[in-house]
Nanobody
């Protein structure tokens, strides 16, 4: 089992920045891939970014590439999502997830946090 707890969401104006954190605990070695996803009201959950715990390899959704950065602090078992140049369309509940495949597919992530709300005002 892996437990995930997100923090750092909030209300920000368009063009602003936020940093989300995801603290992982439990059998993190069994789920070496960490991902960020988001879900806006009335929409399906969508991939944002993913990273390995043990590698610098990352993947991003086209909609956030160049604006968002995923990083990790292995000593703290924490993954971050730095979000810059935020847009109103980035408004959503953001979730972190843990899985075994380096993929954008929601179904391939077995463990999920409770989510944190990000609201970007225009």
């Amino acid at each position: 089992q892996v437990q995930l707890v997100e923090s750092g969401g909030g209300l920000v104006q368009a063009g602003g920045s936020l940093r989300l954190s995801c603290a992982a605990s439990g059998r993190t070695f069994s789920s070496p891939v960490m991902g960020w996803f988001r879900q806006a009201p009335g929409k399906e959950r969508e991939f944002v970014a993913a990273s390995w715990w043990s590698s610098s390899s990352t993947i991003y959704a086209d909609s956030v590439k160049g604006r968002f950065t995923i990083s990790r602090d292995n000593a703290k078992n924490t993954v971050y999502l730095q979000m810059n140049s935020l847009k109103p369309e980035d408004t959503a509940v953001y979730y972190c997830a843990a899985g075994t495949l380096f993929t954008r597919v929601v179904a391939n992530y077995a463990y999920w946090g409770q989510g944190t709300q990000v609201t970007v005002s225009s």
